[in-house]
């Protein structure tokens, strides 16, 4: 139930997340990792997934854990079906902790061509180092 916890105290920063969306990544910075196994062939841009961005607000048990997303890029099987049905990022992309998957645009960011990888290795040098 830590996971509820912590997914609670994210609607008090609901302002200071907006003016990161604005931001959102067109193209993949340091440290976020490029998901385009199925994307692209069928016919959306590859995904960004800020990784730093989302470790810093939850704690890595949530994803790695609970999500049974693997720690390592690429290696877990997602599709579009499973995110709508609530799964993967869809736990959260609801409506409820964070935007929906209506949204296409604001995942399926990456410039066409891009592959399945870490951006720049594996350390980040942001607040989120682990
Ligand atoms: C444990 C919850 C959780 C999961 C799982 C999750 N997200 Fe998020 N995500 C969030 C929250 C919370 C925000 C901030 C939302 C806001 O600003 O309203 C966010 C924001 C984002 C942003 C915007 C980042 C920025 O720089 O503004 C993107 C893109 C994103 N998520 C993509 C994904 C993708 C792709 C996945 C699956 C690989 C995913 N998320 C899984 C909770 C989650
Ligand atoms: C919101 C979800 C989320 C959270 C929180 C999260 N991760 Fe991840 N992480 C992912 C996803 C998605 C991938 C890519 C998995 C894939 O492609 O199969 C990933 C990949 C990784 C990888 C492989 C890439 C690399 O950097 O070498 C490692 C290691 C990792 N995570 C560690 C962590 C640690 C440590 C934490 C906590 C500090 C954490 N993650 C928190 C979603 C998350
Ligand atoms: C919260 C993030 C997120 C949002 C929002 C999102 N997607 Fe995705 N989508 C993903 C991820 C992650 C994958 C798997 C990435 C990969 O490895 O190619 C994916 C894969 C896909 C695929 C590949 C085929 C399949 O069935 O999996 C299609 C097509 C797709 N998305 C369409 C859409 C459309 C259309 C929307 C808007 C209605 C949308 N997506 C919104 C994250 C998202």
Avoid at 2 to 28: D, F
Avoid at 35 to 49: A, C, D, K
């Amino acid at each position: 139930m830590q996971a509820t916890i912590h997914i609670t105290k994210l609607r008090l920063l609901p302002v200071a997340m907006l003016l990161l969306v604005g931001s959102a990544a067109v193209r993949a910075e340091f440290g976020d990792i490029v998901l385009n196994n199925v994307s692209e062939q069928q016919g959306m841009r590859p995904v960004i997934f800020q990784h730093w961005f989302h470790r810093i607000r939850f704690q890595c048990r949530v994803c790695h854990n609970e999500l049974k997303f693997e720690m390592r890029v690429g290696a877990t099987q997602v599709t579009m079906d499973q995110i709508s049905q609530g799964r993967f990022c869809g736990a959260c992309h609801n409506g409820e902790i964070a935007w929906t998957v209506e949204n296409c645009d604001l995942c399926h960011t990456g410039k066409p061509g891009l592959t399945t990888k870490i951006q720049g290795g594996h350390e980040t040098k942001g607040p989120g180092i682990w």
